[in-house]
């Protein structure tokens, strides 16, 4: 394939075959064999919106013995397929084959700057969604049932959050508004009743700015912040977060559980170093893994 290509996330579904993103979805038996019976015919699925998709999460959910995938990205869009590659009837709100007594597997968000970065399913095959608005730049969460419908009080009951999303912005205003709180990771925490996202927040330490981790708790139903998870900052009740600062920018992109409850985020954290010698100062990007109490 020519042009520029990427990969942002994987999942393997119930038959522990891969899924890849790469502004297309490909399909792999566990040896690495590409099945060609997948999607166009060519073993490639793809969806074109006309605004230049970009893809950057996606998860998959077993419903009756049928695995479905959900990819996500620009303007927080979602795609549905099934197991075969094919559009999902059914789901969303765009009519591609001008049937209007159905919908064809693509949930548009219009109106909206934003990027979904990562997705989960709940064991009622309800969709969340984790990414950022543009300007500002703030953390979202939306919920969804599994035919896109937005649990937003009136579609879908009960409400989450308001409207059927979650919003979340530091209180330090970044001057910059294109650049201070993004979510890149979720997951859920069935047994509990909860959901953590992962991502970086813009802090100030007096005057200086750092991208810190943070890591946010919210009930899975309501949508409501869960107290008693990390300190809100300046006593406000925000958020229940976890605020990790190493000093310079850091940013947690990878959220999960073991089967204790326990939560790992990996992510990125910038050091630097200084050779008195050459009198130059060098700039590094370590990985950093962290694990939370729940």
């Known amino acids: 394939m020519g042009g520029f290509n990427y990969t942002t996330d994987i999942q393997l579904d119930s038959g522990r075959q891969i899924h890849n993103w790469d502004f297309i979805v490909l399909k792999y038996d566990s040896d690495g064999n590409q099945l060609m019976d997948f999607g166009n015919g060519d073993g490639v699925a793809t969806y074109d919106s006309g605004v230049g998709e970009c893809i950057e999460g996606m998860v998959i959910d077993s419903i009756d013995s049928e695995d479905y995938i959900y990819v996500t ?94 919003t979340y912005n530091s209180p330090y205003l970044y ?33 200086e700015w750092n991208d810190d981790i943070i890591v946010l708790k919210y009930d899975s139903t309501t949508g409501d912040p869960v107290n008693g998870f990390g300190e809100d900052i300046n006593g406000d009740q925000i958020a229940a977060e976890v605020i990790y600062n190493g000093g310079y920018d850091d940013l947690g992109s990878i959220i999960t559980l073991d089967n204790s409850g326990k939560i790992y985020v990996v992510g990125e954290s910038e050091s630097e170093s200084y050779n008195k010698m050459t009198e130059t100062t060098t700039i590094y990007w370590n990985t950093i893994t962290m694990k939370i109490q729940n």
């Open 73 to 166: 990205g620009t303007r927080l869009d979602i795609v549905k397929y099934d197991s075969d590659g094919d559009l999902v009837n059914g789901f969303g709100n765009i009519n591609i084959d001008d049937d209007p007594d159905e919908q064809d597997g693509v949930l548009i968000r219009e109106g909206i700057g934003a990027t979904g970065q990562a997705m989960a399913v709940d064991p009622e095959h309800n969709i969340y969604v984790a990414g950022y608005t543009y300007d500002p730049a703030n953390i979202v969460v939306l919920k969804y049932d599994s035919n896109g419908n937005l649990f937003d009080g009136e579609n879908r009951v009960p409400a989450f959050g308001t409207g059927g999303e979650v």
């Open 175 to 207: 001057p910059n508004s294109k650049d201070r709180d993004k979510a890149w990771g979720i997951v859920l925490d069935n047994s509990e009743g909860v959901l953590y996202v992962a991502g970086k927040s813009k802090q100030d330490y007096d005057g």
